[in-house]
């Protein structure tokens, strides 16, 4: 099925027009921005300088970094009174990355999360139970509006209290799900100690975390879903940037939208077809926030063999990144957020080591921190506190549970060179 | 009144909660030939603090310090209960009455009767009034 068959399966030649066309409209969006202009004259790249869609490797990327360098609104190509909606995801160093969407922007996101859904035979008659964070992140209200648009009927559950989530599933007879696979992991637990049998499913979306073949057979076995894998990330909207169709090898991106580039993380050079890289993303169609080969971080490959169901080129399913970012239970983390914490208390140490486990199929962060010589004061009440407060700031700036330990001072690794903090227990998945 | 004489100085020392913590302070405090004359431990998550009275507090603490432990001294009072059924509760009462909170405290029974070891938030209000009380307050000499 079809949300939009004519942008979906156009021919290499009419999209190539197209994408080349929406690009030098991009650049002519990013004009107003002052990263964008300098970094354009900078490397000498004109409008009229891009002539073909080869022509935008002249353009140097976007990093992450840039993006949070200009903190709050140093991105926006629109004025103010154009925003309609703002979302952050953490970023690296305390300060969010923000984002920002004109009522356009909101638009096009619904009717790409709509192909989505529709692709993989979601429809009106649909009861959709979206059991994901509401809030800034973005996989609440995008697949929200999405899933509305199509004319489901939408259960915006969120997170948390997973015998009630199970008990909606039953009472309303809910046909699609949508959360993390880990989440996807515990539900089907609780929902097995609670005798509930979740007869009425039949499709679930996982996304926001790297998922494995053997989590997809575990799901689809438990819950009695199919499952599909969902990519995005809030720089170019949220999700909806790629998901798979019914074949299920391989994620399809909306090359109308989205400019695919897979390069070598070290040189910065294109790869190949069918060689690993990562996935460098210039967004086509974005208004508040464009950007230009904006360095995603993820590591992909640009998959050679076309697809049964029509559409374009497909990446395969994202395996790992090329920096140190974690996924924490669908969230973002960099060890450096931590250091930045840690370095706010001065109670405890500049010292510390992340380790990620799951329990239950949820992630688990512990972190391990060295308490002040200085500030102890012999008293258990105060060391109690100072757990509780170390674990509260880290709450605050990461958006994210996690277990503080206290450790002797002197008792964490000291590293020369490049510094080994974070251990993952996670089994690989 | 010298309140000052009945102050005593506990070593506090900090230990995560793992095997072999407790042994490498004892340890520690075996070779100086220190002696412990009475101790605790407090746990909470994942951590603890030991709680000791030794005969030599300050060459105790240069030494746990020398070994990368954390250390500090905390002031204790040591009150001698009847090693008898109620012995506590005269004790306990006399501070109660007094609003003198007990914040935590240990207890040894030694040749000459039972010994609490108390940390209280109003020390020298503590020391007063079990003084005024009768009841008999050990002074700091005996331990160190």
């Known amino acids: 099925m079809f949300w939009d068959k004519k942008i979906e399966t156009l021919k290499p030649d009419e999209l190539q027009e197209l994408q080349l066309k929406r690009l030098k409209k991009t650049l002519g969006l990013v004009q107003h921005v002052d990263f964008y202009r300098k970094l354009l004259s900078g490397a000498g790249v004109k409008t009229s300088s891009i002539k073909t869609l080869d022509d935008i490797q002249k353009i140097p990327f976007t990093k992450k970094q840039d993006l949070r360098d200009g903190y709050p609104f140093g991105f926006f190509a629109v004025p103010m009174k154009k925003i309609v909606r703002i979302h952050t995801t953490s970023g690296t160093t305390g300060k969010p990355t923000v984002v920002g969407y004109t009522q356009k922007d909101l638009d096009t996101w619904a009717d790409l999360i709509a192909r989505n859904m529709t692709m993989v035979g979601i429809g009106k008659d649909d009861i959709f139970q979206n059991m994901v964070n509401y809030g800034m992140f973005t996989g609440g209200l995008g697949f929200h509006y999405g899933a509305e648009k199509i004319g489901m009927a939408v259960i915006p559950s969120a997170t948390g209290n997973t015998k009630r989530q199970i008990e909606m599933i039953m009472d309303f007879g809910v046909t699609t799900i949508h959360c993390t696979p880990s989440y996807a992991m515990h539900l089907s637990e609780i929902a097995e100690e609670m005798g509930a049998t979740l007869d009425s499913l039949r499709t679930g979306i996982f996304g926001a975390e790297p998922w494995s073949e053997s989590v997809r057979q575990t799901l689809e076995k438990r819950l009695g879903v199919t499952a599909y894998d969902s990519y995005g990330l809030s720089e170019l909207f949220g999700p909806g940037v790629a998901f798979e169709c019914p074949e299920r090898d391989g994620l399809h991106i909306w090359h109308d939208s989205f400019f695919v580039e897979i390069i070598d993380p070290k040189t910065g050079e294109r790869v190949s077809d069918g060689e690993r890289g990562e996935l460098v993303v210039t967004p086509l169609v974005k208004e508040a926030m464009p950007l230009l080969r904006y360095r995603t971080g993820d590591i992909t490959v640009k998959m050679e063999d076309g697809c049964l169901c029509g559409r374009g080129q497909k990446i395969a399913r994202i395996t790992g990144r090329s920096d140190d970012m974690l996924v924490i239970r669908g969230i973002n983390v960099f060890p450096s957020q931590v250091e930045h914490v840690l370095l706010k208390i001065p109670e405890v140490g500049n010292q510390f080591m992340v380790y990620i486990d799951r329990i239950n199929h949820l992630d688990e962060m512990t972190v391990d921190v060295e308490i002040n010589r200085e500030y102890f004061s012999g008293e258990l009440a105060d060391l109690a506190r100072l757990q509780k407060k170390v674990v509260k700031e880290l709450r605050d700036a990461l958006e994210l549970r996690t277990t503080v330990k206290l450790v002797e001072p002197g008792s964490l690794p000291r590293f020369e060179g490049k510094a080994k903090r974070v251990i993952d227990r996670r089994e690989a998945i | ?144």
């Open chain 2, 1 to 144: 009144m010298d309140t000052q004489k009945f102050v005593i100085r506990q070593i506090s020392i900090f230990s995560e909660n793992r095997p072999g913590r407790l042994a490498a302070i004892a340890h520690a405090l075996g070779e100086e030939k220190i002696n412990i004359l009475a101790f605790s431990i407090a746990e909470a998550n994942g951590f603890g603090v030991v709680r000791a009275l030794v005969d030599h507090p300050e060459r105790a603490h240069d030494k746990l310090l020398s070994l990368g432990f954390n250390v500090a001294f905390t002031d204790v009072i040591a009150v001698r209960m009847k090693d008898q059924p109620g012995g506590l509760y005269e004790v306990a009462k006399i501070l109660g009455d007094a609003g003198v909170n007990i914040e935590y405290s240990y207890a040894y029974s030694g040749k000459e009767g039972a010994v609490l070891i108390l940390r209280v938030d109003q020390v020298e209000e503590a020391i007063k009034k079990i003084k005024n009380s009768g009841a008999t307050l050990l002074e700091r000499s005996v331990f160190h």
